[in-house]
């Protein structure tokens, strides 16, 4: 089933204590449709760049599966630039360059043969251009999973909320569920998400792992311990694609479900996290995912017989 | 099986952002004691209070299970006292008082009837008391755990080392966890203690689970996310509590039944977490208990059929 996603195509530069990467590939939807390529039979982006993109660039992402007809090339414009520097324990980052260029003025063009799409993932992008493409979409998808970040919630929050009636899943970080709602309380936090307009309510918490909500019903998914963390850059997309690749896959979009995307959406971050950039989504077999999805079983199943 | 356990009994003092408790009892050996006493047949307590400690309170020990024998009652001089205040997050405190009082010369006399103790559990206390009450019993227990904090790894290192070769569970928490290894990966730092003595690592995360550590393997376990949070004090002896008195009620020390051992520790946690104090662990029932096994049941567990 075809699978859509909008976001950002981008070059980050990227400073950690452990190293630095330069200009490489990088954006919400570059993320999300490499992490979703390993599951759904077709992913589509709707994206903008400019003529500096290197060609090799999008070949990568088409050997991977995606489909680029929706990747709009700005003759004369630049792509979109991010870089930033993570502090020492890698949980958070300072902005130091965000150059929109391209994105500025961003129309997003939804070319006919998307129009059949079943999944839709709104990557981090302003809420009004978010909601345009649900309103561009002319049969609503079976399903609308929405990321989004403070910023938003800062400069265009009546904008977000619009948007926030018409998806069926949120993604966002603690951080920004108890900014969105107020509440200190996660739990609370969620129980005002979920008036909001999405059905289910994933919250990221990093290395912590991840709670997906569904009206009275919790799921809480740990991140892997690794050895080692080089970039997060991405991490959170990289979910995102996991879990909505996952549940295109399989066509199945229940409760049940949802939980395993999410094991599968953190087992595609796991890896993501290991390396600089995009690098280890384009390098990733079946074998090392089977191998991790078994990490994730033996970390958190136990047996209990109640007394 | 009986179950031993050292450390402080006192009065705390709390302030927390949703109220404040004065003087109520507090230390990490009643929140332990009153914790395990729901799973061991058998607690016995090794402790001193001045006398100014009431009658009442001690008596409460004895009504819910907990042989008081060991505790120390000194005439003319002063409980411990602890008075600290929480932050908004509820994460993090700042002590505002420690008077240690009967502490400062503490000498940890073992009852004749605590000889045939099997598992013994160390209280934060200074590493030094730790080692003589391992000492002090003539047969080594089955099972050592010990807690202790990072004041110790900054005033008594060497000390600590001592102690740390003689045990064989270590509960400490993430910060205490990397400032023990220097490293700042979790997995890392596991791998280094594991090297120290003990044979098996328990790193606490509070609202963020907790993870067991052995040889290669791995488990985490998830903090029950709660609504409120009232008073996190406690919460760590309470956790550890349940832990080992769920291993002597089963007598089975196992990697397998320490998974579960550490689902119940963070069950009975997130009582503790609900009221000021020890005051939940008074009242618990049989079926509350239950009731929140099921939700951590519940919250972690998903099937997937590996392709």
């Known amino acids: 089933m075809s699978l859509l996603s909008i976001g950002t195509v981008a070059f980050d530069s990227i400073e950690t204590p452990f190293g630095n990467a330069e200009r490489v590939i990088g954006g919400s939807c570059t993320y999300i449709a490499l992490s979703a390529s390993y599951f759904a039979p077709k992913v589509n982006i709707v994206a903008v760049v400019g003529d500096d993109f290197p060609q090799a660039d999008i070949a990568q992402l088409q050997a991977q599966g995606v489909d680029t007809s929706g990747l709009q090339i700005k003759q004369g414009e630049k792509s979109f630039y ?39 993932i709104l990557g981090n992008l302003t809420p009004d251009i978010q909601r345009q493409v649900i309103h561009r979409l002319r049969k609503r998808p079976k ?21 926030l009636k018409l998806v069926d899943v949120l993604s966002i970080n603690d951080e920004e569920a108890r900014l969105l709602s107020g509440k200190s309380s996660l739990v609370k936090a969620a129980q005002d998400i979920l008036q909001m307009g999405p059905k289910f309510l994933i919250i990221k918490k990093g290395e912590h792992g991840a709670l997906l909500f569904h009206q009275n019903q919790v799921f809480f998914a ?3 311990p690794l050895e080692d963390v080089v970039d997060p850059t991405g991490a959170g997309d990289t979910f995102a694609g996991g879990f909505i690749g996952y549940l295109a896959q399989t066509g199945d979009i229940s409760f049940d479900n949802m939980k395993r995307a999410i094991i599968y959406g953190s087992a595609m971050a796991s890896f993501c996290v290991e390396k600089f950039g995009p690098e280890a989504l384009t390098k990733l077999t079946a074998e090392a995912l089977n191998a991790r999805i078994r990490e994730f079983v033996d970390l958190v199943q136990f047996e209990i017989e109640l007394q």
């Open 82 to 120: 991010w870089k930033g520097r993570y502090h020492h324990d890698m949980n958070s980052r300072d902005t130091l360059v965000t150059d929109l260029n391209v994105l500025a003025d961003f129309d997003p063009v939804i070319p006919e043969s998307y129009q059949d799409c079943e999944y839709l």
């Open 143 to 163: 399903l609308i999973v929405m990321d989004t970040m403070n910023f938003w919630m800062e400069v265009a929050m009546d904008s977000l909320r619009e948007t």
């Open 222 to 224: 740990p991140a892997l």
